[in-house]
């Protein structure tokens, strides 16, 4: 019998929806697996909890969450709290406090889904994006001088450390062996970048040495854009900066049908620190306390959790149930194009565990 302690992370928006969703379906596979159950804890941390106290979460707020097994995030966002607030103020300092270096992003067009690669085969599009996730272009060190005068000047500088870009690239080529393809494209922009990216480049010819059954290739991340529409399948696992992997990912995203959908992993491999788990779509004000929102790529992160836990077989059980789910039009989302809501999509989730004992 293992218990796994996750926190829960509503934060803002349509976080508060999503999150509660996805215990919900975590709490239904537990029930009808002997050996796995569940230890919430709810976090109020976020913009409302901003405007009370000045901060997004309390100063001690990593010691609550270390001696968890996994953290489980919505969103956060808020249209009257600046974004470096909630940005810096909760969800980076939770990925750079536990050292959550590698963000892991798989994109795939699940069944059902109206995706809008037309000429994209079925399993062509099957990709796991590896984001650098501890420094290089948002190290957030720069500055402005002579604001409001004609010399007027700002920076941002981008750091690379050969550490960190050996640490990524050794979690990347690892990835990508353990899957069927074996294969890795490292994301660059060496040509014109001419220091951090080629020292990049070079990290990756030595590290590829330790994987020698990893077919590997380098590409410019502008073309890496036409790639991927061209040419999807000639795509497995790919690794970038954190600024180049956060546009394309973005991309993938919208590429397999939907924001709603995507899920992601804030990941230390080493294991010092509980990892983060979260849809990547932001807070929505537009449609929250709605109802509408599209749970399922809270959903998907919480089959990577499971996954990141050791529980593969609770994970393929989800994902099964999220595949059933998207499969059938009338369990759409607005997103998708249709009228479903947060909790038909849970229900219907929760049913189809229920029923796949
Ligand atoms: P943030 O500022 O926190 O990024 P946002 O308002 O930009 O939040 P996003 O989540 O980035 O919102 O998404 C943009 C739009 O996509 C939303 O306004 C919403 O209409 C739609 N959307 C995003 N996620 C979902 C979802 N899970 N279900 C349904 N629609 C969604
Ligand atoms: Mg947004």
């Given at each position: 019998m293992r218990t796994y302690r996750i926190a829960a992370i509503p934060g803002d928006g349509i976080g508060k929806e999503v999150i509660p969703a996805g215990k919900h379906v975590l709490e239904a596979l537990a029930k009808t697996a002997d050996s796995l159950t569940f230890e919430f804890e709810d976090f109020d941390w976020g913009a409302d909890y901003y405007r009370q106290h000045g901060v997004m979460m309390p100063a001690d707020g990593l010691d609550a969450l270390r001696d968890k097994d996994a953290i489980l995030f919505g969103s956060a966002g808020d249209p009257d709290v600046p974004d470096h607030i909630t940005l810096w103020g909760l969800r980076l300092k939770i990925c750079q406090g536990f050292d959550q270096y590698a963000n892991v992003r798989p994109t795939r067009i699940l069944p059902g889904i109206d995706a809008p690669l037309k000429r994209c085969k079925p399993g062509d599009l099957d990709w796991v994006i590896v984001r650098e996730n501890s420094e290089g272009e948002y190290s957030g060190i720069g500055g402005r001088v002579h604001q409001g005068h004609p010399i007027e000047a700002a920076t941002d500088v981008s750091i690379l450390t050969r550490a960190g870009v050996e640490r990524i690239m050794r979690f990347a080529f690892r990835l990508a062996q353990s899957r069927p393809r074996k294969q890795l494209t490292v994301i660059t922009k060496s040509n014109a970048q001419r220091h951090a990216m080629v020292m990049w480049d070079e990290v990756a010819l030595r590290i590829s040495k330790e994987f020698p059954d990893v077919k590997w290739d380098k590409e410019l991340v502008d073309a890496s854009t036409a790639r991927m529409i061209n040419r999807p399948g000639s795509l497995d696992t790919i690794v970038a900066t954190n600024l180049h992997a956060d546009i394309l990912s973005d991309l993938a995203a919208a590429l397999a049908g939907s924001l709603g959908i995507a899920p992601t992993g804030n990941i230390d491999p080493e294991r010092r620190y509980p990892s983060m788990f979260e849809p990547i779509h932001g807070s929505a004000f537009d449609i929250m306390g709605k109802g509408l929102a599209n749970p399922i790529g809270t959903f998907?992160?919480?089959?990577?959790?499971?996954?990141?836990?050791?529980?593969?077989?609770?994970?393929?059980?989800?994902?099964?149930?999220i595949e059933a789910v998207t499969a059938s039009p009338k369990l759409h989302t607005g997103d998708l194009g249709g009228s479903a809501t947060t909790a038909q999509v849970t229900e219907a989730v929760c049913e189809l565990i229920a029923n796949s004992q």
């Open positions: 998907w992160s919480a089959v990577m959790m499971l996954e990141h836990l050791g529980e593969s077989g609770a994970a393929k059980r989800l994902m099964r149930a």
